[in-house]
């Protein structure tokens, strides 16, 4: 592993567990046993180490979401697709455990996020009305109803890592599966019959898994 990635790999570890304000260059350095002139070479200062770690977080989403096969959608499918980027949230959780600090403090992130946020919305909504098209939502949604789903989704995939380190649980397994329950739960009353059994039978086959 070369020093760019030796940086980056030892900030994601610090942002992790101190968060992003309190870990300093100098911080990151003396983790790795390095000169401030060695990480400088690589990064002229700590937003870039930022910035590159949150779009290597977004293109995995990204190359997840784009890996959704859109002639066989299935609730299956949407649920994994949402166990796999909690994975990578999890991953880099110091984004959105310091979302706020990084959306204030860096403002090159902030445009870069809320562009991205803004493709993720669009993206959804049209998701959501293909499910309409093959069956898997009930006939008859509104426009509004839509979009509520979409933005209430919006606003937990944000926000559930936060209320994860308030309400622990006792294994990685039990609080992913506790947050898909929540995050994807607002699909549930919008399910037809077939697609419900689905999705039941989704989490009772995730929970059996060792």
Same mark, same amino acid.
């Given at each position: 592993?070369?020093?760019r990635e030796r940086i980056l790999t030892a900030a994601l570890k610090l942002f992790?567990?101190?968060?992003?304000?309190? @870990?300093?260059?100098?911080?990151?350095? /003396?983790?790795?046993?390095?000169?401030?002139?060695?990480?400088?070479?690589?990064?002229?200062?700590? !937003?870039?180490?930022?910035? !590159?770690?949150?779009h290597r977080m977004s293109d995995k989403i990204h190359d997840v979401v784009a &890996?959704?096969?859109?002639?066989?959608? &299935?609730?299956?499918?949407?649920? /994994?697709?949402?166990?796999?980027?909690?994975?990578?949230?999890?991953?880099?959780?110091?984004?959105?455990?310091?979302?706020? /600090?990084?959306?204030?403090?860096?403002?090159?992130?902030?445009?870069?996020?809320?562009?991205?946020?803004?493709?993720?919305?669009?993206?959804?909504?049209?998701?959501?009305?293909?499910?309409?098209?093959?069956?898997?939502? @009930?006939?008859?949604?509104?426009?509004?109803?839509?979009?509520?789903?979409?933005?209430?989704?919006?606003?937990?995939?944000?926000?559930?890592? @936060?209320?994860? !380190?308030?309400?622990?649980?006792? &294994?990685?397994?039990?609080?992913?599966?506790?947050?898909?329950?929540?995050?994807?739960?607002?699909?549930?009353?919008?399910?037809?019959?077939?697609?419900?059994?689905?999705?039941?039978?989704?989490? !009772?086959?995730?929970?059996?898994? &060792?």
């Amino acid at each position: 592993m070369n020093n760019r990635e030796r940086i980056l790999t030892a900030a994601l570890k610090l942002f992790n567990s101190r968060g992003v304000l309190k @870990v300093s260059v100098r911080d990151i350095c /003396e983790e790795l046993n390095i000169s401030p002139g060695n990480f400088s070479y690589h990064f002229p200062d700590k !937003e870039l180490v930022v910035n !590159e770690l949150y779009h290597r977080m977004s293109d995995k989403i990204h190359d997840v979401v784009a &890996s959704i096969p859109y002639n066989q959608a &299935s609730v299956t499918f949407f649920l /994994e697709t949402h166990r796999l980027i909690f994975l990578i949230q999890n991953e880099y959780r110091f984004f959105y455990l310091n979302l706020f /600090e990084i959306l204030t403090h860096f403002r090159g992130i902030k445009k870069s996020f809320a562009a991205r946020y803004r493709q993720e919305k669009a993206f959804a909504r049209e998701f959501m009305a293909l499910y309409a098209q093959k069956g898997v939502l @009930v006939p008859g949604l509104t426009d509004e109803q839509y979009q509520r789903i979409v933005d209430v989704g919006m606003i937990l995939n944000n926000a559930w890592m @936060v209320d994860a !380190e308030i309400n622990a649980k006792s &294994s990685m397994k039990k609080k992913m599966i506790h947050y898909m329950q929540l995050c994807c739960g607002r699909l549930e009353p919008y399910l037809t019959s077939a697609a419900r059994k689905e999705y039941l039978a989704y989490f !009772e086959e995730l929970a059996s898994k &060792s």
